[in-house]
């Protein structure tokens, strides 16, 4: 049966392919694809686990044989008959077998998906007891999984069970491995989402989530259609069901018919011819029409990411959000923080990557909807977006800042580098982090290690500093206005909540007046602004922002050519007087019709 779920739109463009579905185990465990070398010894991590669990179920079951026989639950007897019939099928490691082999997966994620699955089967049989015993399955995988993960096996549910059932007259179902995937989740951690970075995924859909919260921001970053806020997307939508996801619409439909693919098909080669089209603007020039030149930078996660950074014509990296380096290790088997050496051997890669190109590295900006793991388990605020995040973090463990702004100076030597600091809001704040910025400089020159001259920049991302620039033009080289979290603070909205995103508003009459301010203040003491939030990326905005007189850009590779087209054909003179027309209007949306 065809239906379409709603959710928010956060990238462009049409995604067709196979439902998977992760998270949805009871167990939380790790995703990852491996290498085709490591497929042998995943298999036999899950039968070494699955062997375990049947031995574990075998010696229960000896102990209950010479019980006495009032203490011998019959249910429980019956349960353990069944769990060890289960385990010795074929059914479950099949399954699990090809999926290691022909996609990839880590063990654990075959397995929960296998079960997935198998469960589906479950769900669609008539007989109802024969439907129930799907959590007789679910416990065994969780026996499996646990034994994997080095956790004590959690006891065999003691429900009533009045016979074992034939698993042999199940199958299982064996989609193509040449099928295309669309990854479906109630939510993604932008750790997570950075694992299926170079993935086989044409596209992700989840059940929560805001159109500028981090996880919608890398989404985005890879270029490929995303919707989330999709509520129960990951409840109802089954495991290899086909889907498409309308990244234009925020649409995701499930089993579609034939004349709706051929539609979503064609709008899907449509958007490919546009962007082949656009490739052709990489090496041009970005100038309006009354030649103005202007800055397309680019927005950068990982070190890897500057090769489609230069392959789309970025002039340099304007945000390197240096916290993907620090979220996700648990799972990869890394020390809790990334050392100086790790961090170091990072920045130079992006360094050197941009060839000469400069490169801001912003410090560390952990918190809110980007917890690094230790954090996650043990935060119980109401709203950590208003708690210790990005410098505050940083200024609580003063070691853990100097290690990352020591290994950001050495990596100065390799090419052009600017530090930027988030989330500045006082004077104090200011003086403590320029003075931690010295006594690094300091260590390095007391330790015989060189570093190049760096610039130090500023985020405008709180009102307060907004609301205070005299004192950040006074210390720092340059301003970057962080448009994600300065809409998010002015409007009292938490950005990563889908519940209050329609009131997440970027032409806002008091955001538009706090960015022009910052534009012309920056402007007036020759001080360099950047904006590098979401809005940099939009290219409805595009045009308003040349009229505020923002000339340096800060966006994903994958917008930096949509937005140059825009550009390219703006004459900033004109733009000018309209956009003093929208910072005027009470009704900004009515006023941004003359700009189109």
Known sequence: MTFAVKGLAVTKGIAIGRAVLIGSSHMDVAHYFIEPCQVESEIARVASARDTVADELRRLQKNISN???????????????????????????DGVKTLI?????????????????????????????????????EQ??????????????????????????????????????????????????????????QSVFKGFVTDVGG???????????????????????????????????????????????TMLLEEYGFQQRE???????????????????????IQLLANIEQPADTEQALKVGAVGVGLFRSEFLFMGRHSKGLSPLPDEEEQFKAYKTAVEGMKGLPVTIRTVDIGADKPLERMAKEDGHLNPALGLRAIRWSLSEPTMFLTQLRAILRASVFGKVKILIPMLCSASEIKQTLALIQKAKDQ???????????????????????LTLPLFLKHFDFLSIGTNDLIQYTLAIDRADEAVSHLYDPVHPAILQLIA????????????????????????????????????????????????????????????????????????????????
């Open 517 to 596: 301010n910052v534009i012309r203040e920056g402007a007036r003491l020759g001080k360099e602004v950047s904006l590098c939030g979401e809005m940099a990326g939009d290219v409805t905005l595009t045009r308003l922002l040349l009229g505020l007189g923002l000339t340096s850009f800060s966006m994903h590779p994958a917008q930096i050519l949509s937005v140059k087209k825009e550009i390219l054909r703006s004459d900033r003179g004109q733009l000018q007087e309209l956009a003093q027309q929208v910072l005027e209007s009470e009704n900004p949306y009515e006023a941004l019709g003359w700009l189109k």
């Open 444 to 466: 390095l020159d007391a330790s015989g290690q060189s570093y190049g001259v760096v610039s130090i920049g500023a985020m405008i991302e709180v009102p307060a500093a907004a």
């Open 211 to 257: 159109q500028t919260s981090h996880t919608a921001i890398v989404a985005r970053s890879m270029g490929i259609p995303a919707v989330v806020g999709a509520r129960l997307a990951s409840t109802i939508i089954r495991q290899d069901d086909w889907v498409v996801i309308d990244g234009d619409g925020g649409v995701v439909v499930v089993n579609p018919s």
């Open 101 to 137: 082999t022909d996609r990839l997966y880590n063990a654990e994620w075959a397995l929960i998906t296998q079960l997935e699955v198998v469960v589906r089967q479950f769900d669609e049989m008539e007989d109802e007891y024969l439907r129930e015993r799907k959590a007789d399955l």
């Open 271 to 293: 958007r490919e011819l546009e962007q082949s089209r656009l490739t052709r603007l990489r090496f041009t020039p970005c100038m309006t029409v009354d030649g103005l030149h």
């Open 67 to 93: 019980a006495p026989r009032k203490d011998t639950p019959p249910e429980l007897i019956a349960v353990l008959d069944v769990h060890l019939m289960l385990l010795e099928d074929t059914m479950l490691a």
């Open 140 to 197: 065994v995988v969780d026996r499996i999984l646990r034994v994997m993960l080095g956790q004590v096996p959690v006891l065999a549910n003691k429900g009533e069970l009045p016979e074992p059932i034939n698993v042999q007259e199940t199958q299982v179902l064996r989609p193509g491995h040449d099928d295309p995937l669309v990854l479906v989740a109630h939510d993604l951690s932008p750790a997570d989402m950075l694992q299926f970075k």
